[in-house]
């Protein structure tokens, strides 16, 4: 029997109780960055990757290891450097002379959370080992597979202004990546608590673990009865549309400016992480405010420019405020 919409809010806020008191085990150690901390939680509870970028000293590392600790989940820290090698993250078969067999010793990626410190440090082969472990949600080692328990999420920082000693990440990769974050400076007054907090003697606060992987199934559960207006998928398609063929859109201007357009995987995103906006907010159903708010983190790393938009000057943000400017909303 279809539920109304006011049975699903209900779900919705009896599911989404524990948002709170996540935010607020965060704040303890986090100052401002509500941008950052929200995605997180988006990508927590979606059990999707996220991709952060932004240079050193924002509190990356630092968001990513407090919200690891609020979970009955396992965290692993992994330190990307050029001399990686695929066997440092996935593990190895170790032969044991006594029995003439191998064993096989797992690495850090049979954890829940994964953190991927400076991605862009590891050479190709490391990244096609992270490729199947985030795509597959399994590892293969000596022929053998080890699924993946739940949740797994891969959250990896990359530091935009040093390129020496550093690998650009495949396309492929770069879009297994549900969200694509640009992490800005804090405000002078969030970096004054910030000096005040840490040059004093309680400077460092304790996180507690207030959620069970099963409190994210049912909060995924709830998700998917979330309604969304068949209007509000067109809207979606529209918008992922015009980075593909900006004419039909009428955003002609646009059509020298993009190289390649989003992939179907921005659908299935937007849509999915509409209705997970939605139940952060404690709402049954989707409204456009919704997929504005998450358009541009899951959009900015499927839209490729051509050279002509370099040479301009014109970043992929740009292109895409014209795209929502202009994207009628229904």
């Given at each position: 029997?279809?539920?109304?919409?006011?049975?699903?809010?209900?779900?919705?806020?009896?599911?989404?109780?524990?948002?709170?008191?996540?935010?607020?085990?965060?704040?303890?150690?986090?100052?401002?960055?509500?941008?950052?901390?929200?995605?997180?939680?988006?990508?927590?509870?979606?059990?999707?990757?996220?991709?952060?970028?932004?240079?050193?000293?924002?509190?990356?590392?630092?968001?990513?290891?407090?919200?690891?600790?609020?979970?009955?989940?396992?965290?692993?820290?992994?330190?990307?450097?050029?001399?990686?090698?695929?066997?440092?993250?996935?593990?190895?078969?170790?032969?044991?002379?006594?029995?003439?067999?191998?064993?096989?010793?797992?690495?850090?990626?049979?954890?829940?959370?994964?953190?991927?410190?400076?991605?862009?440090?590891?050479?190709?082969?490391?990244?096609?080992?992270?490729?199947?472990?985030?795509?597959?949600?399994?590892?293969?080692?000596?022929?053998?597979?080890?699924?993946?328990?739940?949740?797994?999420?891969?959250?990896?920082?990359?530091?935009?202004?040093?390129?020496?000693?550093?690998?650009?990440?495949?396309?492929?990769?770069?879009?297994?990546?549900?969200?694509?974050?640009?992490?800005?400076?804090?405000?002078?007054?969030?970096?004054?608590?910030?000096?005040?907090?840490?040059?004093?003697?309680?400077?460092?606060?304790?996180?507690?673990?207030?959620?069970?992987?099963?409190?994210?199934?049912?909060?995924?559960?709830?998700?998917?009865?979330?309604?969304?207006?068949?209007?509000?998928?067109?809207?979606?398609?529209?918008?992922?549309?015009?980075?593909?063929?900006?004419?039909?859109?009428?955003?002609?201007?646009?059509?020298?400016?993009?190289?390649?357009?989003?992939?179907?995987?921005?659908?299935?995103?937007?849509?999915?992480?509409?209705?997970?906006?939605?139940?952060?907010?404690?709402?049954?159903?989707?409204?456009?405010?919704?997929?504005?708010?998450?358009?541009?983190?899951?959009?900015?790393?499927?839209?490729?420019?051509?050279?002509?938009?370099?040479?301009?000057?014109?970043?992929?943000?740009?292109?895409?405020?014209?795209i929502f400017d202009t994207v009628e909303v229904p």
């Open positions: 029997m279809p539920q109304s919409i006011e049975e699903i809010t209900q779900r919705v806020r009896k599911a989404g109780e524990f948002i709170p008191l996540l935010n607020n085990e965060i704040k303890k150690i986090i100052v401002g960055q509500d941008y950052l901390t929200e995605r997180l939680v988006l990508s927590l509870i979606t059990g999707e990757h996220i991709l952060l970028e932004g240079v050193p000293g924002l509190a990356k590392t630092t968001s990513v290891n407090t919200l690891a600790q609020t979970i009955q989940a396992q965290f692993k820290r992994i330190q990307f450097t050029p001399d990686l090698l695929p066997a440092d993250l996935l593990g190895t078969q170790i032969f044991q002379p006594k029995t003439g067999e191998f064993t096989i010793k797992k690495g850090p990626l049979f954890a829940n959370i994964i953190l991927a410190d400076e991605i862009n440090r590891a050479p190709a082969k490391v990244q096609s080992a992270l490729l199947e472990a985030m795509q597959e949600r399994q590892i293969t080692i000596g022929g053998e597979t080890f699924p993946l328990s739940y949740p797994f999420m891969v959250i990896a920082t990359q530091n935009p202004i040093e390129q020496e000693g550093t690998y650009p990440l495949p396309e492929a990769q770069v879009d297994r990546f549900m969200l694509k974050l640009k992490i800005d400076y804090p405000s002078k007054e969030e970096e004054r608590t910030i000096m005040k907090r840490m040059t004093s003697s309680n400077g460092h606060a304790q996180v507690q673990k207030i959620i069970q992987p099963e409190v994210l199934l049912k909060a995924q559960e709830t998700i998917n009865s979330i309604y969304i207006d068949s209007n509000l998928e067109d809207y979606i398609l529209n918008l992922v549309a015009a980075t593909r063929n900006p004419e039909t859109q009428n955003l002609p201007k646009l059509a020298n400016l993009i190289q390649y357009g989003a992939s179907p995987r921005a659908s299935i995103f937007l849509h999915r992480l509409s209705r997970t906006y939605a139940f952060m907010q404690g709402r049954g159903f989707v409204v456009p405010q919704d997929i504005k708010s998450i358009g541009f983190d899951v959009l900015r790393h499927r839209v490729i420019l051509t050279y002509e938009a370099e040479a301009e000057n014109i970043c992929t943000d740009d292109v895409l405020q014209q």
